[in-house]
């Protein structure tokens, strides 16, 4: 793929690729694939994430057109955050990346294990 593209266009894939592959936006997308979700919710699925950080998160998503946000009128008011349907096409190699992780935790961890880093 990247072989027989310009350097134009091998910069341009390889930013987008920075831009949903840092392990906050896989998470936030592997979780808005079941549907719609309120902030707070998402925040208490993505173990770990500060509520900071899922803002600049779900704020980038956004501005790349790959979440959208929606304000209710209620009060307190209600936002909800959905993948597009653009966002909707990461869903698949979202989730393989994870499965494979999972399946692969043991082997990893044995390989950092004898490199030293354990």
């Known amino acids: 793929m990247f072989e027989t593209a310009d350097p134009e266009t091998c910069t341009r894939v390889l930013k987008v690729l920075a831009l949903v592959g840092d392990k906050w936006s896989l998470l936030v997308i592997g979780h808005l694939g079941d549907g719609p979700v309120r902030f707070g919710a998402l925040q208490r699925a993505v173990t770990g994430i500060s509520h900071r950080m899922l803002t600049v998160t779900l704020r980038g998503l956004e501005r790349d ?6 304000v209710h009128p209620t009060v307190p008011p209600k936002v909800e955050y959905r993948l597009t349907e653009l966002g909707q096409t990461l869903v698949p190699p979202v989730r393989a990346l994870g499965e494979w992780a999972w399946k692969h935790l043991d082997e990893i961890a044995a390989s950092q294990d004898r490199y030293g880093k354990g």
């Open 65 to 70: 057109g790959l979440v959208s946000r929606t």
